[in-house]
């Protein structure tokens, strides 16, 4: 949102006497900025910093849609000013952080396409980074309305969120698919850079919408008040005061709700590979909130499991030996989702739950104590051992107790 500094009425060429510099705040993320902002080539990014109003201009409403599209992010903000006071002149920027960071970018003033420029301001921050700008000089009349438009295109941003490369007997294909389906993307708009000009906004609405897609691909959104559309969601205001901003995380190629019987069904298609179980129950807990579909797949995998002990441990110089957790086909990885499901049952006083695959974690449990009882332990293995043997313990009492 516009912020100013008001100066002198007559602008010269030196950096320091611009009359307003307000700024669109950007973040890296899918790309939709935010509003403008005091002094973009003085000030730098030190907007935080400033409060209160410093002008009699107004921002009387505000109207933003982002359409996120499968190769593209266009973005339209509209800003309907008000001047309650004497004529002002202003430079209105736009900040960005990559120099090739725009597809495309268009100002409008009342509907006239004005001559933007390029500007940079070296080592803003305490990063110390580069600042880049799109800048536009306009007047404000006394007494007298006018609108500011926005469009700008960027690239979409999605976040990979399976950083395994390679899972045992897991085809490229099918690693690849996983990826895409998994896959997350966000988009933000700042609106807190709004607060310098003067009172409140009579109105303020944001929307996002996924082109081609609906709101069941939306993941979550921020704040909670927004309201979801047939294809996003949205956010009104009325008697607003600029803070913070708004958000979506989306999933561009699989509805949320598809999603689980997926991914499922692919630890289903490949049931004796334990680092595909135990990535997929622990991304549908992280990014899903799926608790329980995480604990089946983790019981499931262990009740199926009737693989052979690999040889646990391995030599190293001077005839010492340590547990090897890269052993046999993530033997490691099998029993860490056997403790963390008798953890669990455990802490709910559900132990019982664990009484089917209880044989199954001592066979594992045993194995490794067994191993570990052989050789010196350094300190990591000594609390591995710790552990494996109260699950030795935890899993032999239910046995003993079905008996």
Same mark, same amino acid.
């Given at each position: 949102?516009?912020?100013?500094?008001?100066?002198?009425?007559?602008?010269?060429?030196?950096? &320091?006497?611009?009359?307003?510099?307000?700024?669109?705040?950007?973040?890296?993320?899918?790309?939709?900025?935010?509003?403008?902002?005091?002094?973009?080539?003085?000030?730098?990014? #030190?907007?935080?910093?400033?409060?209160?109003?410093?002008?009699?201009?107004?921002?009387?409403?505000?109207?933003?849609?982002?359409?996120?599209?499968?190769?593209?992010?266009?973005?339209?903000?509209?800003?309907?000013?008000?001047?309650? &006071?004497?004529?002002?002149?202003?430079?209105?920027?736009?900040?960005?952080?990559?120099?090739?960071?725009?597809?495309?970018?268009? #100002?409008?003033?009342?509907?006239?396409?004005?001559?933007?420029?390029?500007?940079?301001?070296?080592?803003?921050?305490?990063?110390?980074?580069? +600042? %880049?700008?799109?800048? $536009?000089?306009?007047?404000?009349?006394?007494?007298?309305?006018?609108?500011?438009?926005?469009?700008?295109?960027?690239?979409?941003?999605?976040?990979?969120?399976?950083?395994?490369?390679?899972?045992?007997?897991?085809?490229?294909?099918?690693?690849?698919?996983?990826?895409?389906?998994?896959?997350?993307?966000?988009?933000?708009?700042?609106?807190?850079?709004?607060? &310098? $000009?003067?009172?409140?906004?009579?109105?303020?609405?944001?929307?996002?919408?996924?082109?081609?897609?609906?709101?069941?691909?939306?993941?979550?959104?921020?704040?909670?008040?927004?309201?979801?559309?047939?294809?996003?969601?949205?956010?009104?205001?009325?008697? *607003?005061?600029?803070?913070?901003?708004?958000?979506?995380?989306?999933?561009?190629?699989?509805?949320?709700?598809?999603?689980?019987? %997926?991914?499922?069904?692919?630890?289903?298609?490949?049931?004796?590979?334990?680092?595909?179980?135990?990535?997929?129950?622990?991304?549908?807990?992280?990014?899903?909130?799926?608790?329980?579909?995480?604990?089946?797949?983790?019981?499931?995998?262990?009740?199926?499991?009737?693989?052979?002990?690999?040889?646990?441990?391995?030599?190293?110089?001077?005839?010492?030996?340590?547990?090897?957790?890269? #052993?046999?086909?993530?033997? %490691?990885?099998? $029993?860490?989702?056997?403790?963390?499901?008798?953890?669990? *049952?455990?802490?709910?006083?559900?132990?019982?739950?664990?009484?089917?695959?209880?044989?199954?974690?001592?066979?594992?449990?045993?194995?490794?104590?067994?191993?570990?009882?052989?050789? %010196?332990?350094?300190?990591?293995? +000594?609390?591995?051992?710790?552990?494996?043997?109260?699950?030795?313990?935890?899993?032999?009492?239910?046995?003993?107790?079905?008996?």
């Amino acid at each position: 949102m516009p912020r100013a500094t008001p100066r002198s009425t007559k602008p010269t060429s030196t950096p &320091g006497s611009l009359i307003l510099l307000p700024i669109l705040l950007l973040i890296p993320f899918t790309y939709s900025r935010a509003d403008i902002a005091p002094d973009p080539m003085t000030a730098g990014m #030190a907007i935080t910093q400033f409060e209160g109003e410093v002008t009699a201009v107004r921002m009387v409403e505000e109207d933003v849609v982002v359409r996120v599209f499968k190769d593209r992010v266009v973005t339209v903000a509209e800003f309907s000013m008000y001047n309650e &006071g004497e004529t002002i002149r202003m430079e209105v920027g736009f900040p960005y952080a990559y120099e090739d960071e725009f597809i495309e970018f268009q #100002a409008f003033v009342d509907g006239r396409k004005i001559h933007v420029r390029d500007a940079r301001k070296e080592n803003v921050g305490r990063k110390k980074v580069t +600042q %880049y700008w799109k800048l $536009w000089k306009m007047t404000f009349k006394q007494g007298k309305a006018c609108n500011i438009k926005v469009k700008y295109q960027t690239k979409p941003y999605e976040n990979n969120n399976f950083y395994i490369k390679n899972y045992p007997s897991l085809p490229d294909d099918i690693l690849s698919e996983l990826q895409q389906v998994t896959r997350s993307g966000h988009a933000t708009y700042w609106v807190y850079t709004g607060k &310098g $000009w003067k009172g409140t906004l009579d109105r303020c609405r944001i929307s996002f919408e996924l082109v081609d897609k609906s709101d069941g691909n939306i993941k979550s959104y921020h704040p909670q008040e927004g309201k979801l559309t047939e294809r996003g969601v949205a956010w009104e205001y009325t008697d *607003y005061e600029p803070s913070g901003f708004v958000s979506i995380e989306y999933f561009p190629h699989m509805t949320v709700r598809d999603i689980p019987p %997926y991914v499922c069904g692919v630890v289903d298609r490949f049931p004796h590979n334990p680092k595909l179980a135990s990535d997929v129950g622990s991304w549908l807990h992280c990014h899903l909130g799926e608790e329980e579909l995480h604990d089946k797949i983790y019981h499931a995998f262990i009740a199926n499991w009737d693989e052979p002990i690999p040889q646990l441990m391995e030599y190293t110089s001077g005839g010492r030996c340590r547990f090897n957790y890269n #052993a046999g086909n993530h033997f %490691y990885t099998t $029993w860490q989702m056997a403790a963390t499901l008798f953890n669990k *049952y455990l802490k709910a006083e559900k132990l019982e739950e664990g009484i089917d695959i209880a044989p199954t974690v001592s066979k594992i449990s045993g194995a490794i104590v067994d191993s570990l009882d052989t050789c %010196y332990l350094s300190r990591r293995d +000594q609390s591995f051992y710790r552990r494996a043997k109260e699950l030795l313990d935890l899993s032999n009492s239910l046995i003993d107790d079905e008996d």
